[in-house]
Structures are given as C-alpha cells and as structure tokens.
C-alpha cells in the first residue's frame, strides 16, 4: 500500500519567504508528526496531530511555524518569513493511534528546505 | 545533557561479526524505546521497539532495555555490508506520542 508522502522533495527559498510543506500520511492513521532534522542529528519534533487537532506543539521553535490538519488527513506545514537557519530536512510521519508502546510510526521521505 | 544520547561514532565491524550499539536516556519517565535505521539520504525506518527490561529478539536484531540504569542497545549478530547505516535511539514518554531521536550511531560493516 501507499507509505507516507511528502512534497515537494524538495524546496529552495530566499530568507524572507513563506513556504508550505505537505504531508500525506498512510491512509487510516489518526496520528501525524513532524520533525525536522539537521545534517549529523536525529530527528527533532515539532509537532503532533491527533485527528484534526495539535495534540503537542511544544517542538515549534518560534511562531514564525504553524501547521494544520483540517480534514484530519492531509497536513501542511507552514513557516512564515524564513530564515537560512531554517534549512533541513522537514519529516513527516504518521501511526494509528498512539498507546503504551507498539505503535510504529511510519516516515515520509523528506522535504530537503534550503533557504538561501 | 541531552535527553538521549548516543556515540556518533563510526562504529566499524567486519563482515559476520557482532556490532553492539548503546544509547542513555535521561528521563526516568521515558516508557517506550525504538531503534531506527536510517540509509544515507533516507528516511528513518523502524527495527525494533521494546518497552520491558530485558531482551527482545527480532531475526538478527536483540535490544536491550535497563530501565534502572538508563540504558538501551541494539545488538545486530552477523552483521551485513547492507546494515552500514545511522542507527538513531528514539523515546517516548507514557502515552505521548512524539519520539525523542538521539544523534545516532554510524555503522559501517566491512566485507
């Protein structure tokens, strides 16, 4: 079946910029993650979703990022007024709903966001 | 100190060998434990949970959990040329259901 889409792959933008990333997950998952990661670490989280709504969104850094899930499927990622160190690989991924241990959560192949 | 905590390495091991990779967690209330496998210019992809102490086995793969020292591994018995790849720790706290990657471990399996 379909794994986890993500577009575009990816994004180069100048600082300043406004952006969008979107995320697709596997069809029937209630839940969806986005990390993001930088070249040499792991995936940092910034947000998840259960459903249509932001479950924890401790991991924004800043309110330049927003996200939504209107429909409780497709989710876009926003950053507004971008800045080079924004640049990373943005991740995407979803998992049926979280419980004690044994969810696997499921990653997208990346959007690779460079800001110039 | 960060939350999770892995040796970056390159951790280098000859073909059919065991390679042992180890990460700490700093939070006592972390639940549940993942290890990820991640290629060169991939996407992470789960090996293995484990959230009871002791061992699990799954094919080549054992992790390991100690709760009472902190400590998570994965042991990988005969190892491949096609498992030279960043290993990432990841946790979870109860029932939240974000990860917490560390760094990651770099492996390389010689032939």
């Known amino acids: 079946g379909a794994g986890v889409s993500q577009t575009p792959s990816n994004k180069v933008t100048e600082k300043g910029k406004y952006v969008e990333l979107r995320c697709d997950p596997i069809?029937?998952?209630?839940?969806l993650y986005w990390y993001r990661q930088s070249l040499g670490q792991g995936p940092e989280f910034l947000i998840y979703f259960q459903g249509t709504g932001a479950a924890d969104d401790s991991g924004l850094p800043n309110d330049r990022f927003f996200a939504v899930r209107p429909e409780g499927s497709v989710s876009t990622l926003k950053i507004q007024r971008t800045e080079r160190g924004d640049s990373a690989v943005y991740l995407c991924?979803?998992?049926?709903?979280?419980?004690?241990?044994?969810?696997?959560?499921?990653f997208g192949p990346g959007t690779r966001l460079t800001v110039l | 100190q960060k939350e999770v905590e892995q040796n970056s390495g390159p951790l280098s091991v000859p073909e059919g060998a065991i390679a042992s990779l180890n990460c700490t967690y700093s939070?006592?209330?972390?639940?549940?434990f993942f290890w990820y496998r991640q290629y060169s210019g991939k996407s992470p992809e789960l090996i293995m949970f484990i959230y009871s102490n002791g061992d699990k086995e799954d094919g080549r793969f054992t992790a390991q959990l100690n709760k009472a020292s902190q400590y998570v591994s994965l042991l990988i018995r005969d190892s491949q040329p096609s498992d030279s790849a960043t290993y990432l720790c990841?946790?979870?706290?109860?029932?939240?259901?974000?990860?917490?990657f560390g760094k990651g471990t770099k492996l390389s399996v010689k032939p």
């Open positions: 069809s029937g998952h209630t839940a």
């Open positions: 991924a979803s998992s049926l709903a979280p419980r004690l241990g044994g969810d696997t959560q499921y």
């Open positions: 939070d006592r209330g972390s639940q549940s």
């Open positions: 990841a946790v979870r706290r109860g029932s939240q259901g974000n990860l917490i």
